[in-house]
Each structure stands twice: as C-alpha cells, then as structure tokens.
C-alpha cells in the first residue's frame, strides 16, 4: 500500500485561544501537489463515557448548545487537563464534576475523532460502571447541566428518535452497547 500522508512545508498559527486554534498549514501530496490553505482547528484531547449507576441506570445530560441553539441530551465528558495524569483520571473527573458519581471500574472503549479533516484531536471513549452518587455537581462557570438517569431501553429510544445529536456521543454509546451486549453487528 502507499504512503499517502502528506508533508507539511509550513504552517502558520491565525489564532489561539484557551480550547482553539487554528493553523494554516502549506502541504505538499506524496505525488507532488501543493496544498495551501489548509486549515487545521487544533482542540484539546477530549474524553467521554457512557457511565452506568449501580443499578444500572445510564446517566444523561440536558444541556443547551449555544453553537445550534438547542437542548439535547448527551453523555458526560469533557477536555483532558494538564493536572490529569491519564484519560481515565480525566474522565473520572469529568464524571465526578458534572453528575457527582464516582464509578468502581473504567472500561476503554478506543477513541473517535469529531472531523478528521480538519480536527486534529481525538475523543478517548470509556463505558464506566458502578457508579454512586457522593456529592452535588461542581460544574465550570458556564455549565448548566440537568443530569438524567435513563434504562439502557431508553437510551436506545432516545437514539431511535434522533435526541441525541453529539455525533461522537453517539459513536460512544454504540460502542458501549457493543460491549454490553445490547447491540449486534
């Protein structure tokens, strides 16, 4: 098979920020073809699972999304910080912030990426279970999140009627019912 990646000649930064940036990179193609503008958005790594309580409950968040405009449901997760020593600490902590549960074990699931042709970051996926409520949320000063718990039924219903929307959300949650054996393919 050929290489097919390309070689970046240059790259120039137009803007960073906290959790974005975009970069302009100049390319050239394994058969000699310059590339230019290519824009890249440069995000933090992200983690995400679908966390399950003790008895089995899946826990959803009702949040507004100012970039559509809409309230939907979709799973905790969020960006890896510099103090987490690895993914599943950062999801833990995610996970601990936004629903208050602590959760007894942490399966990986793979990673997923948001658009690969211009995201350069990955989305690292995890299915947590045995998780108990020990405190209220601690969420970032412009979270507003309504925490749900949903059947696995229900969460396929919501699925079926298109309610969840977060498409690598959704990747995450087909392979978490992959793993638990809700889901054939």
């Not at 996970?95 to 948001?114: D, R």
């Not at 690969?116 to 209220?136: D, F, I, Q, R």
Request: with cysteine; net charge negative; aromatic share 12%.
């Amino acid at each position: 098979m050929r290489d097919l990646r390309w070689k970046t000649i240059k790259s120039e930064y137009l803007f960073k920020d906290l959790w974005f940036t975009v970069r302009n990179d100049t390319c050239e193609t394994p058969d000699g073809k310059i590339v230019s503008p290519y824009y890249v958005y440069e995000f933090p790594t992200w983690v995400t699972a679908v966390a399950l309580t003790e008895d089995g409950k899946v826990i959803l968040e009702r949040q507004y999304r100012h970039a559509l405009g809409e309230i939907n449901y979709e799973i905790p997760g969020g960006c890896v910080d510099d103090t987490d020593k690895n993914y599943e600490e950062a999801i833990a902590r995610e996970l601990l912030e936004e629903t208050g549960y602590v959760f007894t074990h942490y399966e990986y699931l793979g990673k997923t990426s948001g658009n690969p042709s211009t995201n350069n970051n990955w989305m690292h996926m995890y299915l947590a279970t045995g998780g108990k409520k020990v405190k209220e949320q601690e969420l970032d000063h412009n979270e507003d999140i309504e925490v749900k718990l949903a059947s696995i039924d229900e969460l396929k219903q919501l699925l079926r009627e298109n309610q969840i929307v977060q498409s690598m959300h959704v990747t995450a949650i087909f392979y978490a019912l992959s793993k638990l054996g809700e889901l054939k393919f």
